[in-house]
């Protein structure tokens, strides 16, 4: 799907605008009964592509500021940039076998080498470089809409700086933000290390949400920045 034409990715997404548009989501109005929880890079790619869908081509989405009106965005190990080391560590973690294990990462680093080298050459933005800027248009995504980047230390395909510098981008434009950061767990593996803390962190958002509070964050750079409700590491 990653390297499908947006418009052919737009078609997939015709069955869950029709489920959206039954639920009543998709009409102009101030219920947001929406949780959005995006999983890894394709979670944030699939969610934007969605939205774009909506915008284009339902009528209602047009008399509404933001295609989805949710209440509350869950940003589970995302969102990501491209990266050839840690792309080929993360795709052949899984396979056992040695020899099986060196032949993929010669095929996964292949295909990661000429999609980097094509978006240098061409200049053109790349599709994480696109699904980060749409996470943060707010005719896509409300800028109301509270959100949680959970991520972690030991995640070995996303990096800990993208996360924190998108997460800074979206509070300086107003959106209210929390960082839940693990220390131990894998990608999209928080919720099994620590299912307690993980759906109280969904919980809250979703709370706050509703009730309208404000995560303030300490005036610091993103190494820096610290969850607004203090959690032992995992």
Same mark, same amino acid.
């Given at each position: 799907m990653f390297w499908q034409a947006e418009n052919v990715q737009i078609e997939y997404f015709q069955p869950a605008m029709k489920l959206l548009r039954d639920c009543g989501i998709i009409y102009p109005s101030n219920d947001d009964r929406l949780l959005i929880h995006a999983f890894s890079n394709g979670g944030c790619v699939k969610l934007t592509t969605l939205a774009k869908a909506i915008r284009r081509h339902d009528p209602f989405a047009l008399k509404q500021s933001? +295609?989805?009106q949710a209440r509350a965005v869950i940003m589970d190990s995302c969102p990501g940039k491209i990266g050839l080391f840690r792309g080929i560590r993360a795709f052949s973690a899984a396979i056992r076998n040695r020899l099986l294990r060196y032949l993929a990462k010669c095929i996964i680093g292949s295909i990661l080498i000429f999609a980097v080298a094509y978006y240098r050459i061409t200049r053109l933005p790349d599709l994480f470089e696109v699904m980060?800027?749409?996470l943060l248009d707010p005719t896509l995504l409300p800028f109301t809409s509270h959100r +949680?980047?959970?991520?972690?230390n030991n995640d070995a395909l996303i990096a800990v700086p993208v996360v924190e510098a998108h997460a800074q981008v979206a509070r300086n434009k107003g959106i209210p933000v929390r960082l839940e950061k693990y220390e131990r767990t894998t990608h999209v593996g928080h919720m099994r290390a620590n299912s307690v803390r993980y759906w109280d962190i969904v919980r809250d958002t979703w709370e706050d949400g509703k009730y309208g509070k404000s995560l303030?964050?300490?005036d610091k750079g993103p190494k820096d920045l610290q969850s607004p409700k203090v959690r032992a590491p995992l």
């Open positions: 933001s +295609a989805l980060q800027r749409d +949680a980047y959970i991520y972690s303030e964050w300490p």
